[in-house]
C-alpha cells in the first residue's frame, strides 16, 4: 500500500508488446499487473497471457488471486476490485475496448494511460473515438481528470489529428519490439520468388475485402502468397489463411519480398517491422506512417500503385542492386523500434512529464487515513475514497474538443486564410468588427480595433502571416496584434496600394478564437468619406509550428 506508485496495471494483453513493454516498465523501477482473464478471441486477436510479471508484484497473494481471476474487459469492477486496484496501484495503462476505458475514467484514482496504437480511420481521432463508443460525459470526466490523465501515443504524429483535450496530454512512449524479434535478425535468404501479403477476412470485412481485390487487381498475376486468418473458406489457392508466429517468420526469411498495402498516416502494423528486422525487403507508400517515421526518403518507399509494382518486379527478378539498397534503408525504420530508441525515449518521458506519480514511499499514517476513509465510504463510493464524478458535469471547453488545423484536410480553415478581396468571409469566421466593405484590393480598418471572432480555436506554436498596407501616419507606426493573452507589434511600411507581407510568431498556453489589431491612428481620408481608416488588409493565414 505504501508503494502503489510503483506499480502499474497493464491492461492491454497485447502479444507483441507485453513482452517488451511490460520488461521495460519493470527495468525502469515499476512492479506490473497483467490481466490473466482474456475477452472473446474474435473481439481481440493480438492477445496473450503471461504469469511472469506476478513474480515481481508485491502485494497479498490473495488480491493477486483475485485480480486474476477477474476479467477486465467484460466485466464492471466491483467495489472489492475498485478497492484493491486503487490500494496497491499508482497508473494504469488502457487501451479503447468495450467498458474498459469507462471503468478505469470513472473508478480508479492513480495516473491514467490511454495507450495509443493509432487508428486505421485517418478521419478519426481518439477524442472522437472515445466520444462515440463512450458518449460525450466521458470528456467531462477526462478533462475534469486534468494531468491524472496521459495521451500515451506510440507515434508522435498520433496527436496531430487530436483536438485539445488529448493533444495537451500527449506523452510519447514508443513501441519497441521484443527481444525475441531479433533471433532471426538478417537472415532472409529470398529462395521462394513469390510476393508475401498479410490481409485477414477477405470477405467478411469490407475494409479488408478492399484490399484484398485491390491487391489482386494490382499485383495478382505476380507470384504471391496471402496471409492471414479467415473465417469464411475463400476459393483463393494463394491464400494460406493463418500461420503461426513460427511458420511466418519462415515465410519472412524465405520469400523474397513483403508487400505493404497501408497508405494510413496513423497507424501501422508491426509485420512490416518485423520482416525488415528479419532482412526481408519491404515495399511500402512515403505517405503512410511507416513511411512517416523516417522522416526521409527510403529505398523501399514509393508513392503509387505503379511504382510498387516496378520495384517488387525488380526485386521478384533478383535484381542485387534494388535488393541491397531496400535492405539498407529499412534498417533505419528498424531503429525506431530498438530497445536503444525506446527506452531513451521513455526515460524522456518519465522525468519531462508527470505520467506516472511520484514512487516515493508513503508514510504509514497517510496509507490508514486514506483507507480508513475508503472503509468508510463503502457504502457510497464503492472501493473509492472520494465520491464518483457526477454524470451531469459540463463538457469541457469548447477549445479542449476544437479539432486542430491541419494544411491540405480543411479547405476552410484558418491554414487556407482568409481572402479580404473576396465579397464574402469564410464559414470559420463568425464575427468581423472594425473593417470596411470590400474594395479591389481587400479591406480599410475603420476606428481604433480589428476584432476576429473564429469558430476554431488557434493554438500551441504557430505563425500568423499578414499581407497589408496602411494609410497616413499609420505607416511604419507600430500595430499590435493580440491572440488570447499574447501580443506581438508588426509594422505596414508601404501604403494598400503596395502591400508587403508581416510574418508573426505566437506560442499560446491557452487555446483563443480572437484575433485583434489594434489601429494607432486612425484617420478621416477627407472629403466624403467619413470612416477612420489606417491599415488596408489584402490576406492573414496561419501557417502551424511543427512541435
Keep these: 500500500m505504501r508503494e502503489r506508485n510503483k506499480r502499474v496495471l497493464w491492461l492491454l494483453n497485447h502479444k507483441t508488446l507485453m513482452p517488451y513493454e511490460v520488461g521495460l516498465l519493470q527495468d525502469l523501477g515499476f512492479e506490473v499487473f497483467t490481466p490473466k482473464v482474456l475477452p472473446p478471441t474474435e473481439e481481440y486477436r493480438s492477445c496473450a497471457v503471461d504469469f511472469a510479471p506476478d513474480a515481481r508484484l508485491t502485494i497479498p497473494q490473495r488480491c493477486l488471486e483475485q485480480l486474476n481471476a477477474f476479467n477486465f474487459y467484460t466485466d464492471t469492477w466491483s467495489p472489492q476490485i475498485t478497492a484493491l486496484v486503487n490500494r496497491y496501484f499508482g497508473t494504469a495503462f488502457v487501451v479503447v475496448h468495450r467498458h474498459l476505458l469507462s471503468e478505469v475514467v470513472d473508478k480508479f484514482e492513480g495516473h491514467i494511460v490511454l495507450r495509443a496504437f493509432g487508428l486505421p480511420d485517418a478521419t478519426l481521432s481518439y477524442v472522437r473515438a472515445v466520444e462515440a463508443m463512450y458518449g460525450a460525459k466521458i470528456l467531462s470526466k477526462i478533462y475534469a481528470l486534468g494531468n491524472r490523465f496521459w495521451f500515451g501515443q506510440g507515434y508522435e504524429q498520433l496527436q496531430e489529428c487530436e483536438p485539445a483535450l488529448f493533444a495537451h496530454r500527449a506523452v510519447f512512449l514508443p513501441f519497441g519490439l521484443p527481444a525475441s524479434a531479433g533471433r532471426n535478425a538478417n537472415h532472409w535468404n529470398g529462395s521462394v520468388k513469390k510476393i508475401l501479403f498479410m490481409c485477414r477476412w477477405v470477405v467478411t470485412d469490407p475494409y479488408y475485402a478492399d484490399v484484398y481485390e485491390r491487391f489482386k487487381r494490382e499485383f495478382g498475376d505476380l507470384p504471391h502468397l496471402i496471409v492471414g486468418s479467415q473465417d469464411v473458406a475463400v476459393e483463393d489457392a494463394s491464400l494460406m489463411g493463418y500461420v503461426s508466429d513460427k511458420e511466418l517468420q519462415r515465410l519472412f526469411q524465405d520469400c523474397a519480398v513483403l508487400y505493404y498495402h497501408s497508405r494510413e498516416p496513423r497507424h501501422v502494423h508491426y509485420y512490416p517491422v518485423e520482416a525488415a528486422t528479419v532482412g526481408m525487403p519491404v515495399v511500402f507508400y512515403n505517405d503512410s506512417l511507416l513511411g512517416r517515421l523516417t522522416k526521409r526518403p527510403m529505398a523501399g518507399g514509393v508513392d503509387t500503385a505503379a511504382q510498387a509494382r516496378e520495384m517488387v518486379e525488380r526485386i521478384l527478378a533478383g535484381d542485387r542492386a534494388v535488393i541491397d539498397s531496400v535492405r539498407r534503408d529499412q534498417q533505419h525504420i528498424v531503429s525506431f523500434f530498438s530497445d536503444v530508441h525506446c527506452r531513451s525515449a521513455w526515460q524522456r518521458s518519465i522525468a519531462g512529464s508527470d505520467v506516472f506519480p511520484r514512487p516515493a514511499t508513503e508514510p504509514w499514517a497517510k496509507v490508514w487515513a486514506r483507507e480508513g476513509l475508503r472503509w468508510l465510504l463503502m457504502p457510497l463510493a464503492k472501493g473509492r475514497v472520494r465520491l464518483p464524478l457526477r454524470d451531469d458535469a459540463s463538457l469541457p471547453p469548447y477549445a479542449e474538443l476544437q479539432d486542430p488545423l491541419r494544411a491540405?484536410?480543411?479547405?476552410?480553415?484558418?491554414?487556407?486564410?482568409?481572402?479580404?478581396?473576396?465579397?464574402?468571409?469564410?464559414?470559420?469566421?463568425?464575427?468581423?468588427?472594425?473593417?470596411s466593405t470590400r474594395e479591389r484590393w481587400g479591406r480599410w480598418s475603420v476606428g481604433p480595433?480589428?476584432?476576429?471572432?473564429?469558430?476554431?480555436?488557434?493554438?500551441?506554436?504557430?505563425?500568423?502571416?499578414?499581407?497589408?498596407?496602411?494609410y497616413g501616419k499609420n505607416i511604419g507606426a507600430p500595430v499590435w496584434v493580440r491572440i488570447g493573452s499574447v501580443k506581438r507589434m508588426m509594422r505596414f511600411s508601404t501604403a494598400q496600394t503596395e502591400p508587403k507581407t508581416v510574418v508573426l510568431e505566437f506560442s499560446l498556453?491557452?487555446?483563443?478564437?480572437?484575433?485583434?489589431?489594434?489601429?494607432?491612428?486612425?484617420?478621416?481620408?477627407?472629403?466624403?468619406?467619413?470612416?477612420?481608416?489606417?491599415?488596408?488588409?489584402?490576406?492573414?493565414?496561419?501557417?502551424?509550428?511543427?512541435?
Excluded at 476576429?452 to 496602411?470: E, H, M
Excluded at 494607432?520 to 501557417?543: F, K
Design 449 to 470: 480595433k480589428i476584432t476576429f471572432l473564429l469558430s476554431q480555436f488557434l493554438d500551441r506554436r504557430f505563425r500568423l502571416i499578414v499581407v497589408g498596407g496602411a
Design 408 to 435: 491540405g484536410e480543411a479547405p476552410d480553415s484558418m491554414v487556407d486564410g482568409i481572402d479580404f478581396r473576396n465579397e464574402q468571409y469564410p464559414n470559420f469566421v463568425c464575427l468581423v468588427g472594425g473593417m
Design 509 to 547: 498556453s491557452t487555446p483563443s478564437n480572437v484575433i485583434e489589431f489594434m489601429v494607432p491612428h486612425p484617420t478621416h481620408p477627407g472629403g466624403d468619406d467619413s470612416r477612420a481608416v489606417g491599415i488596408a488588409l489584402v490576406a492573414m493565414r496561419i501557417e502551424p509550428i511543427d512541435t
